[in-house]
């Protein structure tokens, strides 16, 4: 009887050496797994990136577009993409104010000249997955080593005034 008992208490430790191994096995591939998610999330906010920052782009814009004649305005505030308050009535150039989708709690960073917006960019310092295929309105951005170079600028303005502009938060 004793031999039988050896026995069992051999296939008991190798049963409990298969558990121990399958949870290791499911413990990596579900460290896999959540980088993989991870990266395809942080991959679908860098492409809301891109959307958002042209969306603001295009705002700045037509704000700009809209200023009287001969007396080209920028806003002071994105606020004032929302409801312009040049005009009466509601004037909206951008539906809503968006986050920044890389870091919603970070404000976004301003490019002004003086007091004016000139336009936005990420303050996230993480390094982009997309680095080339960039649409015509967005050179430049094949060469940033962080999103926060990923600059979304109004189109607008002079090569002159650009390049005089400062970010600021």
């Not at 051999?10 to 959540?34: C, D, H, S, Y």
């Not at 960039?134 to 990923?150: D, H, I, K, V």
Request: a positive charge; glycine letters at 6%.
């Amino acid at each position: 009887m004793k031999r039988s008992s050896g026995c069992a208490s051999t296939q008991r430790g190798l049963l409990l050496l298969g558990v121990l191994v399958a949870l290791a096995i499911v413990g990596a591939m579900a460290a896999v797994t959540t980088q993989r998610w991870a990266e395809a999330r942080r991959r679908d906010a860098e492409e809301e990136l891109l959307d958002v920052g042209l969306q603001y782009k295009q705002a700045i814009e037509s704000y700009a577009a809209r200023s009287p004649a001969g007396q080209r305005q920028w806003p002071t505030r994105l606020e004032d993409l929302t409801s312009d308050p040049r005009f009466p009535h509601i004037v909206r150039h951008l539906r809503r104010l968006y986050p920044d989708p890389l870091d919603p709690e970070r404000p976004w960073g301003l490019i002004r000249q003086g007091n004016a917006i000139l336009g936005i960019y990420s303050q996230s310092s993480q390094t982009p997955f997309r680095t080339a295929n960039f649409e015509p309105a967005l050179r430049g951005f094949e060469q940033a080593t962080s999103y926060s170079e990923w600059r979304f600028i109004a189109a607008q303005r002079t090569a002159a005034a650009a390049s005089g502009a400062s970010p600021q938060r």
